[in-house]
């Protein structure tokens, strides 16, 4: 393969000492910017589901409360169907592309497993 684009041998060169010795000397590459480690929570939330360093769902379940008769409803945060509420048949959330819209004046909470 002849030449390479990284010098004459592609690895590190080392200089001899004033003893005559050869040392160790550091490449020329510069230090990571980021900890890879102890990635950063908010880009860990912002990366795709399948690049984060633990892999991990977007979605979720979540109890939602009628506005109307207070009960709680368990619905997929990315419902495909509108969701209606079991006593009052009041609309719960809607389905959009993603994530559900929820109706205004709905509260959720995420379940917990």
Do not use: W
């Not at 690895?11 to 230090?31: F, I, L, M, Q, V």
């Not at 209606?84 to 959330?93: E, R």
């Amino acid at each position: 393969f002849g030449s390479s684009h990284f010098g004459s041998s592609g690895k590190c060169e080392s200089a001899p000492d004033s003893n005559g010795t050869r040392s160790r000397r550091r490449c020329g590459r510069a230090a990571m910017d980021i900890d890879l480690l102890n990635p950063d929570v908010k880009e860990e939330r912002a990366k795709h589901k399948l690049k984060r360093m633990i892999q991990s769902p977007n979605s979720f379940f979540m109890d939602v409360k009628c506005p109307g008769c207070l009960q709680i409803t368990t619905v997929y945060s990315h419902a495909q169907t509108v969701v209606l509420c079991g006593n009052c048949n009041v609309m719960l959330c809607q389905p959009t592309g993603g994530l559900a819209r929820l109706t205004e004046g709905c509260s959720f909470r995420r379940k917990v497993e």
